[in-house]
Each structure stands twice: as C-alpha cells, then as structure tokens.
C-alpha cells in the first residue's frame, strides 16, 4: 500500500439488516441475504472509481457485520489504502462473536463502531432493538483481548420511558471499567417522519428532557477525560474517528453501495439507492450515480465555517461578532469561539449568524 498524500476517504453503505429499527430512516433492506454476494460485486466494480490512496474507510449501514469477514476481506484487498489507514466497520452486538472480530482484523479492519444505544432493556424495547442489554462491559472486554485499540460504542439519547438514571447506567457500564471504549458517539433521538418513531407522536422526545440528558452526558463524558470534538462525538486524546473529521473538514470522499454519497473538489454525488435497481446497473455496468450538485465557492465558505462551529476547533472570532450576546452558548478561546455544552444544543441557530468574510 502507498502513503497518501492528503486525506482521502471511503464509504461504504451495506443496506443489509436483519430487522429495521423504529428510528431508522437509512436505505436498508431485510430478508435479502441472497443478495449479498452480488452486492460486494458491486462495490468492487464502483470501488474502480477510487481516485487516490484511502487514508479512511468506513463500512457503514444499515448492518455491515451482517457481511460475512470474507466478504470484508475481498472488498478490502481491493482498496488502495495508506499505510496507516484508519478502516472502521459499524457491529452489531449480536455480531461480535470472536471468531468474527479476528476475522476482520486480520482483513484489515482497525476500528469498530457498535451500536449498544442503552444497558437498560426497556429502552432498547423502545428503540425496537433485539440485542440483550447486559453484555456491554462483556463485549468491551472481549474486543479489547482481540486487539482492537481504537473503537467506538454508540448511545441514543432521549427515547421516551428512559430515566436520567438509566442514562447514567449506561455510562457507567460502558465506560467505568478497564476495557472502556476510548470513543463515544451520542446522538439525541430523532424522530424521523417515515419511520415506526415518526409516526407515534406518543413516542416523540420532549425537547427539554433531550436537552437536560445532553447536558448531563457531556458532564459526565468530560469528568472521565473524554473530549467534546464535536457535538454528537466524544473521545480521549488520539482516539477521534478520522473519517468522521474528514466529512467536517469537507474533504473528498468515494461513496460506494446504494444509496452513498460522495464528494470531490466540491462536487456531490449520489448513488441509486433501491436496491434491485443499483443490482442492475452494477450487473451491466451501468454509472449508478444517480444525481449531482456542485458547490460554489461562497457556498463551501458557509458550509465549511458551520461545520468547523461544530467541533472543538470553532470559528474564528471575526465571523461571530456578535458572540457577546451568545455568552452561555459560546466561549472564546485564543482568536476563536467555540461552543458551549448549551451553545452545541442551539448550533444550527448560531450558524445562521455567522458572517463570511474574504
């Protein structure tokens, strides 16, 4: 493998689940097994369009581990890759099985994402999860003995019937133990309008218990040295996701499978993202983009600025000149302002006060 030259990414959506969640509005399909041998077909004849070395790939969903590690393999020893290429696939917990998580290693994959979401069983009933709620700490443990040093679990925050205590146990069972995960991502539930949460009303988060469980998770992450690095997505030092950095960056990107999106030098693209169609046109190699936009420049200036108010790094202090008026949303530090733990609940508001200057 060569050495990149600039940060450069992979995406890779696996629309395969084994049952869709309530709260998930991403292109996936169920009772399609049979087609997951045609699917890695695909995806290496679209990987051909790899413009230079990946210094990132990300296997996302859907369920990547329903793919089986030799599935994950094949598509990887097609992937020109950097020699220190950061390579993650999002795991179910019911996938985490040994002889599975060795596997992908060996594969190539060097970072794993799982979705826990809660230890409390309730919640996970809520969210219409099937994974069993006590097998945190045990998982974690298990993907540390295999090797695996950088790694991420992911928590929903917010569903109806949690407790600021059940949040808390999951904290505490995710993270105070020798084997924690040295990320986190927290994402506040939203109700989607096409999806089973959507539709029951009954089942939508309160908006100020949302924004008191974010607060409370982002004290108790920051008390045990793990880092705000941008809103939703939490690590200790040297452990944030570097895929994750070049989306906010606005760095190029292939995006691979139906539905993906990619983007370079300010074009973004898309694929076909129904499943039999995309299936099709692979089979015939037929282009699967399925649109386009360009991104002007004034327009990247804007984007790029709301993006960087998100992460730790923030905005220079010229493009915020009303920050005074913000102080229990945002702080200064050095030329720069940064948010918050409150301001990152008002982020799309204060990006709209933003000012581009040349």
């Known amino acids: ?39 890695v077909d695909g995806v290496i004849r ?23 590690a030799h599935h994950v393999a094949r598509i990887l020893s097609v992937i020109d890759r950097s020699d220190d290429a950061e390579v993650t696939l999002e795991l179910n917990p019911e996938d985490a099985h040994p002889t599975y998580l060795r596997d992908i290693r060996e594969a190539g994959v060097t970072r794993l994402s799982v979705g826990i979401q809660s230890t409390a069983s309730h919640v996970l009933r809520a969210l219409g999860r099937v994974h069993r709620a006590d097998g945190a700490r045990a998982l974690s443990q298990m993907i540390d003995a295999i090797g695996f040093v950088s790694w991420s679990m992911d928590l929903i925050v917010g569903t109806v019937g949690e407790s600021d205590r059940d949040l808390m146990e999951s904290i505490e069972t995710v993270l105070d133990h020798g084997a924690a995960p040295p990320h986190l991502s ?35 992450l920051e008390a045990r ?27 190029d990107y292939l995006g691979v499978g139906p539905a993906a999106h990619g983007h370079h030098h300010g074009r973004r693209s898309w694929r076909i993202a129904n499943l039999d169609t995309w299936l099709h046109h692979v089979a015939l190699e037929i282009s699967t983009e399925a649109g386009f936009e360009l991104v002007d420049a004034a ?54 006060r933003l000012e581009i200057t040349a």
């Open 46 to 68: 679209e990987l051909r369009e790899q413009q230079r070395p990946a210094t990132s790939v990300f296997f996302g969903g859907g369920t990547p581990s329903m793919l089986d």
């Open 299 to 352: 327009a990247a200036h804007l984007e790029r600025a709301a993006l960087a108010l998100r992460t730790r790094e923030g905005v220079p202090a010229q493009m915020l000149p009303n920050a005074r008026e913000l102080d229990a949303f945002v702080s200064l530090r050095g030329d720069r302002v940064v948010l918050t733990p409150r301001g990152r609940l008002m982020a799309d508001e204060i990006a709209r």
């Open 1 to 39: 493998m060569t050495k990149a030259n600039s940060d450069y990414g992979v995406y890779l959506h696996v629309p395969f689940c084994r049952q869709r969640c309530d709260y998930c509005a991403f292109v996936t399909y169920i009772d399609r097994d049979h087609d997951r041998a045609a699917y």
């Open 186 to 220: 927290a994402y506040l539930l939203t109700p989607e309008r096409a999806t089973a949460l959507g539709k029951d009303r009954r089942r939508h988060p309160d908006e100020e218990t949302l924004a008191d469980r974010y607060l409370l998770l982002s004290e108790a």
């Open 225 to 251: 040295g793990y880092g705000c690095y941008e809103i939703s997505n939490f690590a200790k030092p040297g452990h944030e996701c570097r895929h994750n950095l070049l989306y906010w960056n606005q760095g």
